[in-house]
């Protein structure tokens, strides 16, 4: 293993060296400026590190090897290379407000305003919520660790870190040229799964297997964030033109089969409701296809039977007897049955699993394996951590982030690439709370997308304006 682990460091850091010259080079090219230079250091540090590395060895024991070195080498107590960047970069932030002429709270831009908002009022009330919650399950009796109750914090830091950054960085956005933004994060992207698929390569007798095929990405967290976007836009290219943009298209449809060739059930069913979304807004736009109004009709069928294989699969049966287990030991009972018992309470759960990635080895030797932190479920996890009371708030959130995200599709143009930016924030709006997580994926995945939409809308508006002179005249 020790052999393997230095060939996959190797390639790591020839991945990570040719796109720093990358960003760097593009950064002088187009005069992006020191922020944009600063937020993608964050962005490729992030996302080319393993959180949960799909190792079998290394995902046991939480090595801290050179591609989780910034998730898992613990540097101060429980404090990570990524804390310490973190709070370096926040002392700088304060420091440069405290010595403005104006020391305010930042304004947003405003393109993106209300769904910097959304987040701020959604994962206020989530981290509230939440906390009160986990306090009154330990004070009935409850098992929980503080510690993993406040690591969600962390949340708020990066959203502080990374919003801030887009806003310095947000005029020069607004000038760019849409594709010439998006081709730059394709070409980052695509490094960065090609790194993964290299090191699924070296490490192939220790990867997951999924219905007979290896995984060819090995950190599950790139797939649910960084790269579920080319999963959709392929989707959408499916029965349409091929983009002219050559390199845009191309890369965009590789990074898109490896992710479907990962077999990633959650991301199988983001398709499949991504296709029928895509043709509803198109519709509403006035573009009917009638042969994508038949895959329409394919991918409901695909979307239930989908439903129906996850209902026997292995990770399924262990999610059902996670949310079974919570339910009978702890969700019908007070606080629980009404404001659920927070990030950090824990709930016993004896059933068996046979899912090699649910529990480590290091929590077994630990004895750690009776009591769960988590539903591995999106949204239905919000049971457990704010209960129905909260999830029936969350709904509500959620519901708003749907229309307003897509009134904003149906103002623009008919744009392949635009529905699947807007489809990937409107999901991610939806059913995660970004201001409330234990990792960066998430706020760094909003603030590129942002970064687009902050862009094609410009442009949008500018096409808009001319085309309103031009009838004038």
């Given at each position: 293993m020790g052999n393997l682990i230095f060939l996959d460091s190797v390639v790591f850091f020839i991945t990570l060296i040719f796109v720093s010259v990358y960003v760097r080079h593009f950064n002088k090219k187009y005069k992006m400026g020191?922020?944009?230079?600063?937020?993608?250091?964050?962005?490729?540090?992030?996302?080319?590190?393993?959180?949960?590395?799909?190792?079998?060895?290394?995902?046991?024991?939480?090595?801290a090897i050179p591609r989780t070195f910034i998730f898992h080498f613990k540097v101060?107590?429980?404090?990570?290379?990524?804390?310490?960047?973190?709070?370096?970069?926040?002392?700088?932030?304060?420091?440069?407000k405290l010595s403005s002429a104006s020391p305010t709270l930042i304004?947003?831009?405003?393109?993106?305003?209300?769904?910097?908002?959304?987040?701020?009022?959604?994962?206020?009330?989530?981290a509230i919520l939440s906390t009160v919650s986990f306090f009154v399950y330990l004070q009935s009796g409850g098992k929980g660790v503080v510690t993993d109750q406040l690591?969600?914090?962390?949340?708020?830091?990066?959203?502080?870190?990374?919003?801030?950054?887009?806003?310095?960085?947000?005029?020069?956005?607004?000038?760019?040229?849409?594709?010439?933004?998006?081709?730059?994060?394709?070409?980052?992207?695509?490094?960065?799964?090609?790194?993964?698929?290299?090191?699924?390569?070296?490490?192939?007798?220790?990867?997951?297997?999924?219905?007979?095929?290896?995984?060819?990405?090995?950190?599950?967290?790139d797939v649910y964030n960084f790269f579920t976007i080319y999963a959709v836009l392929l989707v959408s290219l499916f029965l349409t033109k091929p983009l002219k943009r050559k390199y845009i298209y191309l890369l965009s449809i590789i990074i898109g089969v490896l992710v479907y060739a990962n077999m990633y059930k959650y991301v199988f069913v983001v398709g499949a409701i991504y296709f029928i979304y895509d043709f509803v807004i198109n519709a509403l736009k006035g573009r009917i296809a009638i042969l994508k109004l038949g895959a329409v009709?394919?991918?409901?069928?695909?979307?239930?039977?989908?439903?129906?294989?996850?209902?026997?699969?292995?990770?399924?049966?262990?999610?059902?007897?996670?949310?079974?287990?919570?339910?009978?030991?702890?969700?019908?009972?007070?606080p629980a049955n009404l404001i659920g018992i927070g990030n950090g309470g824990q709930f016993y759960s004896p059933t068996d699993t046979d899912d090699d990635g649910e529990i480590k080895v290091i929590d077994k030797e630990n004895n750690a394996t009776s009591?769960?932190?988590?539903?591995?479920?999106?949204?239905?996890?919000?049971?457990?951590?704010?209960?129905?009371?909260?999830?029936?708030?969350?709904?509500?959130?959620?519901?708003?982030?749907?229309?307003?995200?897509?009134?904003?599709?149906?103002?623009?143009?008919?744009?392949?690439?635009?529905n699947a930016v807007l489809f990937n924030l409107l999901w991610i709006l939806a059913v995660s709370t970004p201001l409330f997580q234990v990792t960066p994926f998430t706020m760094l995945t909003?603030?590129?997308?942002?970064?687009?939409?902050?862009?094609?809308?410009?442009?949008?508006?500018?096409?808009?304006?001319?085309?309103l002179e031009d009838e004038e005249t």
């Open positions: 020191f922020a944009f230079l600063v937020l993608m250091f964050f962005y490729v540090i992030c996302s080319y590190s393993s959180y949960n590395i799909m190792v079998k060895p290394i995902h046991d024991y939480n090595l101060i107590g429980p404090l990570v290379p990524l804390d310490i960047l973190c709070v370096i970069t926040l002392l700088f932030i304060v420091l440069r304004s947003i831009n405003s393109t993106v305003s209300v769904y910097v908002k959304y987040m701020v009022l959604q994962g206020g009330f989530f690591i969600s914090f962390r949340g708020v830091l990066y959203f502080i870190i990374f919003i801030y950054l887009f806003q310095l960085c947000s005029n020069r956005v607004k000038e760019m040229d849409f594709y010439t933004l998006f081709k730059f994060f394709v070409i980052v992207d695509f490094i960065n799964a090609v790194s993964g698929f290299v090191s699924s390569l070296i490490y192939k007798d220790y990867v997951w297997s999924r219905y007979g095929m290896n995984i060819s990405i090995i950190d599950q967290d009709a394919i991918a409901a069928v695909f979307l239930a039977s989908t439903f129906l294989m996850l209902s026997t699969s292995k990770s399924m049966n262990t999610r059902s007897g996670q949310i079974s287990d919570y339910w009978e030991y702890t969700g019908s009972k007070f009591y769960r932190k988590s539903i591995q479920t999106p949204f239905v996890s919000f049971i457990k951590v704010v209960g129905p009371l909260g999830i029936i708030v969350l709904f509500g959130f959620s519901m708003y982030s749907i229309l307003k995200v897509s009134a904003l599709n149906l103002s623009l143009p008919y744009n392949v690439i635009y909003i603030t590129k997308l942002l970064i687009f939409v902050c862009a094609f809308r410009s442009e949008s508006e500018t096409v808009r304006k001319k085309t």
